[in-house]
C-alpha cells in the first residue's frame, strides 16, 4: 500500500520529481568527486611530506590511484544515505 502511494505520489509531480533528482545526481556526483579527491590529497601529502614514509616509497602514481578508488567506493556508501535521505525529504515536502 505504501509503494502505491509513493508511486503516485511520484506519477502526480513528475516535473518536480525529474528537476529535483537531476540536481541530486549532479551534486551527489560533485560530492563523490570531493571526496575522494581530498582523501587522495592527503594521502599524497601523507607519503610526500612524512620523512619516515617517503623513502619507502618509490612511485606514488599507484598508491595514489588505489587510494582514489577505495575512498570513491567509500564515498558511494556515504552519499547513497544522503541519496535516500533526500528522497524521503522531496516526498514529506510533496504531501505536505
Given amino acids: 500500500m505504501a509503494a502505491k502511494d509513493g508511486f503516485e505520489i511520484?506519477?502526480?509531480?513528475?516535473?518536480?520529481?525529474?528537476?529535483?533528482?537531476?540536481?541530486?545526481?549532479?551534486?551527489?556526483?560533485l560530492g563523490k568527486l570531493m571526496i575522494a579527491s581530498?582523501?587522495?590529497?592527503s594521502f599524497y601529502l601523507?607519503?610526500?611530506?612524512?620523512?619516515?614514509?617517503q623513502p619507502n616509497v618509490l612511485k606514488p602514481i599507484y598508491l595514489l590511484i588505489l587510494v582514489f578508488i577505495i575512498s570513491y567506493a567509500v564515498a558511494m556508501l556515504?552519499?547513497?544515505v544522503y541519496?535516500?535521505?533526500?528522497?524521503?525529504?522531496?516526498?514529506?515536502?510533496?504531501?505536505?
Fill in 38 to 41: 581530498g582523501t587522495t590529497f
Fill in 10 to 29: 511520484a506519477w502526480s509531480n513528475p516535473i518536480r520529481f525529474a528537476v529535483v533528482n537531476g540536481v541530486g545526481e549532479v551534486i551527489m556526483f
Fill in 78 to 80: 556515504f552519499m547513497s
Fill in 46 to 53: 601523507l607519503i610526500t611530506f612524512n620523512s619516515s614514509i
Fill in 83 to 96: 541519496s535516500i535521505a533526500m528522497d524521503t525529504i522531496l516526498q514529506c515536502f510533496i504531501v505536505d
